[in-house]
């Protein structure tokens, strides 16, 4: 997490928000010259142990498809940072929390 965070989450960072997301993997996409995009796999090793990233979560109702009406739901989010070395070598993007 930056040490400055988003306006628009900050209130979203109080403990009763936080979880951990699971991961084995997870991709970035990598800019071509030719301009296309392909996906970067990145894991902690070929074994893909389970691993996780820093969250926020919330139970939201709201109206996600017309046809199911208003519904509640837990959705969440993985919060980022600046990227790593192994992660900067594919984009100059962000890279996930761990």
Not at 63 to 84: C, H, M, S, Y
């Amino acid at each position: 997490m930056s040490a400055t965070p988003h306006p628009r989450i900050g209130g979203w960072l109080s403990i009763e928000y936080r979880c951990v997301v699971p991961f084995t993997s997870f991709s970035e996409n990598e800019v071509l010259p030719d301009g296309t995009h392909p996906p970067v796999w990145f894991a902690f090793d070929e074994t893909r142990p389970l691993a996780f990233f820093a969250g926020i979560w919330t139970r939201w109702t709201s109206v996600r498809k017309v046809k199911e009406g208003e519904t509640t739901n837990d959705i969440f989010a993985f919060l980022t940072t600046e990227p790593n070395k192994e992660v900067g070598r594919s984009t100059r993007k962000r890279c996930p929390s761990f």
